[in-house]
């Protein structure tokens, strides 16, 4: 009886290992960001100053860029979360950004139809119907779910904003708009004018 349970031992810790080491394996090849968050709006939230702060990739920085397009041209990478705002000489601006959920993705070209600082926030029928709880309206302000800044894609019902949930930057979790932390959007806002050419692209070659 002794050899037999500690067959079973053996061959249960075997088990286990195996179990262990595949998760490891699927966790060293996963792309970071890729995953889909299930997380609720939440108006009238306002985050910490230390939940703003951004780090790693998703973090402001000045990266390599190789295309052909004019300096000052807004390129989104919806499957790497990250969006691009061209300087020319083979460089960009990169910032960390939240896209669509599955269903809500899209690509296209666009141009900054309009700006808004602290933009109300009307959460459309669809979004309602998701979420019964949310108001039908909400002023601009710190809590408001679009945050700081908006900027407005062509005629659709998209835009690039702000957030009140930083924690969702570079996860799959909107109903289609593009959203970055407030110091980021606050930065983009200043820099891109009304008239810029915007680029939706589910992947970008670099």
Known sequence: MRVR???F???AFGAALAVLAGAFANAQTAVPGQ???NIADQPGYQPSPDEEQLTGAFEKQEVFFRGNEAAGTVIIDTQQRFLYVLQGNNRALRYGIGVGR???QWSGLQRISR???WPDWRPPPEMIERQPYLPRFMAGGPGNPL???ALYLGQTVYRIHGTN???TIGHAVSSGCF???NEDVIDLYDRVPVGTKVIIKQAVAL
Do not use: N, T
Request: aromatic share 4%; proline share 4%.
């Open 5 to 7: 349970v500690g067959h």
């Open 35 to 37: 995953d889909e968050m």
């Open 115 to 117: 700006k808004q600082e």
């Open 179 to 181: 959203r970055l932390v």
């Open 165 to 167: 949930q930083p924690e």
């Open 102 to 104: 599955e269903g809500f």
């Open 147 to 149: 945050g700081a800044r």
């Open 9 to 11: 031992a053996r061959a």
